[in-house]
Structure formats: C-alpha cells, structure tokens
C-alpha cells in the first residue's frame, strides 16, 4: 500500500466501498463480492486481534445481502466501520483513517488522499493548529496488478501482498459479519 508509511496506530477507520449493481456476483453476498476486501486493508492497518463484530445487513436485489454495515472492535481499542453496497446509485470506494492529531482520507477512484494535521496546545484545550495536504495520484490497485503481482511471485518464488495467514484471518471476519447478519 503506498500510503502504509504514513498510518500509525489507527483509532477509528471507515471504509465504504459502493457500486452499482451489474449483476455480476449476485450469486454471493456483498461481504464476499467487495466488504472482504475492505476488511483485508482494515486488518492490515490496525494490526490488532478483533474484539467483537456486529453487523447489519438487506437483501434488496437478490436473495443474497446485497448491503451490509459492520463494526469491527479490536483488542488495542481501535473500531473500523466498514460498509460495502451493490445497489448504490454511484459509484464510491473511500477510506477515512482517523489517528493522534491526523485524519488521511484517501479516495481510491478519484485517486487522491487528503491529509489532515492537527495539533493541540496543551495548556489551552481549545487552542490548536490544523494543516491540510492534498497528494492526486493515488495508484489504483487494479484485478490485472494483482494478477501480475501473482504470476511474479509464483515464477520467483516471491512474498505475496497479502499472505495466507492474514488471508484466512479476513476470511474469518467476514464469516463473523455474515453470522451477525444472520446469512449462513
């Protein structure tokens, strides 16, 4: 992730990713088709044992969930409110990373990242001092990097981006958010 070196011990993230539905992987529920994805970058960030999930979720097109909202706490305190829908009328695939005295919002299709500093005087609790920078480019992740990041690591007997380990542990999340929703 070109961004990993400027996220330190995240308190709170957000994740939307929202698409319209094209009926393609209506077969599967949206925590599989797209939330996983999401909560795979979630877990990477925080770097945390999850604590507990909760979740809501409808089906609306399909007879699969179609949009889904989880809660994901973890064990150092941090929260990630991650939302994934097939039936948005635009299209939105964003990240708030909130963190001490920063916010990076990054916008993955418009690909840019907002950084937000802040600081705080400490004598004066209402004193503080903010400053805002804006970085366009943002390099999109698209199915046919991953597909050659893949084809690299097999031909060199490379570390792939994401390992199994934590490929099984995103996995197991999003069971957690499907049971919560009550999807099986």
Known sequence: ??????????????ANRHGKFAGRGGDVDVITDLMIHDIDLVLAMINAPVKSVSALGSSVITS???????????????????????????????????????????????????????????????????????????????????IDHFVEIVRNDGEPFVSGEDAVLALRV????????GQH
Do not use: C
């Open 64 to 146: 699969h969930v179609d949009i889904a909202n989880a809660r994901i706490e973890f064990e150092n305190d941090a929260v990630a409110n991650v939302t994934a829908s097939r039936i948005a009328n635009d299209r939105l695939r964003n990240f708030k990373i909130y963190m001490r005295q920063q916010l990076l919002e990054l916008d993955l299709l418009g690909q840019s990242i907002l950084i937000t500093n802040r600081s705080y005087d400490q004598k004066d609790r209402f004193s503080h001092n903010t400053s805002t920078q804006q970085i366009d480019t943002v390099p999109a992740i698209t199915l046919k990097n991953e």
């Open 174 to 181: 999003a069971q957690m958010v499907r049971e919560q929703i």
């Open 1 to 14: 992730m070109e961004i990993a070196h400027r996220i330190d011990r995240p308190a709170f993230i957000e």
